[in-house]
């Protein structure tokens, strides 16, 4: 999916949706009118109309970069993968795919929810959720392990996407924590 640009300057744009993104994380995007972000750029409404339509359409501009990396992961798998490296491997992949992407995964975590998304781009969100879910099982699983797979996605989005609310470790670093929970989800893939 492609945002509903038009010809306006790529760095211009990029201006907005960085602007935008901030205000969207700040505000949270209901609460963000397209006047605030037109005043913060110092553009007029007409101006920031020239580069995005619609607030809907900043929105897309934001997101799309990472959902279609993400589309494209998932093209890329098998329907199944046969071992627990492979599972691996495509997990490392999809949480680097969203460490790459600050600027969208801010916007995601934006109140833990996001109801306040257009169904089309919330649509596609579950597509991945469910995909990733499904990538993160071996064909055979028990009961048991399928909730264990489940739960090792859901602890790699609350890591890397919705990390506001999770408790820390007074003066521990971010990447130190990333290669702890990394060991954990891979040690746990192999138990």
């Keep these: ?54 607030k809907a359409d900043i929105l897309t501009g934001i997101l799309d970069p990472l959902l279609d990396q993400i589309d494209g992961l998932l093209k ?15 997990m490392l992949a999809y949480s680097q795919l969203l460490l790459s992407n600050t600027r969208a995964v801010a916007v995601l975590a934006i109140g ?8 089309k781009i919330l649509e596609r969100i579950r ?13 055979g699983m028990s009961e048991e392990d399928q909730v264990r797979a489940m739960l090792l996605m859901d602890m790699m989005h609350r890591e890397i996407v919705f990390e506001k609310g999770r408790s820390v470790v007074k003066g521990m670093a971010p990447e130190r924590r990333r290669e ?12």
Excluded: C
């Design 1 to 54: 999916m492609k945002t509903k640009q038009t010809t306006g300057n790529r760095a211009t744009q990029e201006r907005i949706l960085d602007i935008a993104a901030k205000l969207f994380v700040e505000n949270g995007y209901t609460g963000t009118p397209l006047s605030l972000i037109a005043s913060k750029l110092e553009f007029t409404k007409a101006a920031l109309y020239y580069h995005f339509k619609s």
């Design 76 to 90: 890329e798998t098998p329907e199944r993968f046969p071992n627990t490296e492979q599972r691996w491997e495509f």
């Design 127 to 139: 597509r991945h959720a469910e995909r990733t879910t499904e990538l993160a099982m071996l064909p």
């Design 180 to 191: 702890i929970v990394y060991g954990f989800i891979r040690d746990t893939l192999e138990s």
């Design 112 to 119: 833990g929810s996001q109801a306040w998304m257009p169904e």
